[in-house]
């Protein structure tokens, strides 16, 4: 898919924390990612921001597929940890598309199938030349 490729070519967060396409399709992303060291929060287990920027980029994928989309709302609830070495996967599924909101829902589970975490994003579909333009350097002068 153009727009998932477009997204884990030029994200230099995918690309940090090692995230890797597993499948993308119409509404649809699954990524994984391996809780490396560096991840780790003051307990020994995956920071919350590691798994959450799983779930965010599958949810990015998800809800670009079918237009282009900025994020405004997240809720997510942690189930369990995540170990140093173990691999997560975040798998995404657009649950409602209309014409002013994209609403998808999200799973992280690790290597056993067992819930990490759940939840649900909100975007809302943009016009992406608009959006470049506000956000542009030029736009802020």
């Not at 560096?38 to 998800?62: K, T």
């Amino acid at each position: 898919m153009p727009r998932a490729s477009f997204i884990t070519e030029n994200d230099e967060l995918f690309r940090t924390f090692g995230m890797q396409l597993e499948e993308a399709r119409e509404g649809y992303a699954k990524l994984s990612g391996r809780v490396r060291s560096e991840f780790v929060n003051a307990y020994g287990v995956a920071h919350g921001a590691f798994i959450f920027a799983l779930a965010d980029m599958a949810f990015a994928i998800a809800a670009s597929s079918i237009a282009d989309a900025v994020a405004v709302q997240w809720s997510m609830n942690m189930f369990r940890a995540a170990s140093p070495g173990e691999l997560i996967t975040a798998e995404s599924m657009i649950l409602h598309h209309g014409k002013s909101v994209i609403v998808v829902g999200f799973n992280v589970v690790n290597s056993d199938g067992m819930v990490v975490a759940r939840g649900q994003a909100t975007s809302l579909p943009v016009e992406l030349e608009r959006f470049e333009k506000a956000s542009s350097p030029e736009s802020k002068a």
